[in-house]
Nanobody, 122 residues
Framework: QVQLVESGGGLVQAGGSLRLSCVAF????????MGWFRQAPGKEREFVAS????????DYADSVKGRFTISRDNVRKTVYLQMNSLKPEDTAVYYC???????????????WGQGTQVTVSS
């Protein structure tokens, strides 16, 4: 069983930056692919970024490519999402997730955090 705890969300002006962190408790963190997803009010949860267990392969949604960077530290059991050049449309609850497969699909992830709110003002 893996528990994921996100932090780092908050209120930021458009053009600003935030860094989200997600710490894993339990399980073998280095075995899991990790993903970030987000859900805005009235919208479905959507893929943001993912990183392979080894950290050598990453994937991004087109909407965040070039602005967001996903990384991981297997010693600290932590995955990060550095978000730069934030836009109002990035406003959402951000979730980290752990799964056996490196994927964009939420159904491939077995463990989820509680989410952290990111609000970008215009």
């Amino acid at each position: 069983q893996v528990q994921l705890v996100e932090s780092g969300g908050g209120l930021v002006q458009a053009g600003g930056s935030l860094r989200l962190s997600c710490v894993a408790f339990g399980g073998t963190f280095s075995r899991y692919a990790m993903g970030w997803f987000r859900q805005a009010p009235g919208k479905e949860r959507e893929f943001v970024a993912s990183i392979r267990w080894s950290g050598d392969i990453v994937d991004y949604a087109d909407s965040v490519k070039g602005r967001f960077t996903i990384s991981r530290d297997n010693v600290r059991k932590t995955v990060y999402l550095q978000m730069n050049s934030l836009k109002p449309e990035d406003t959402a609850v951000y979730y980290c997730a752990a799964g056996a497969l490196f994927s964009r699909l939420s159904r491939e992830y077995d463990y989820w955090g509680q989410g952290t709110q990111v609000t970008v003002s215009s």
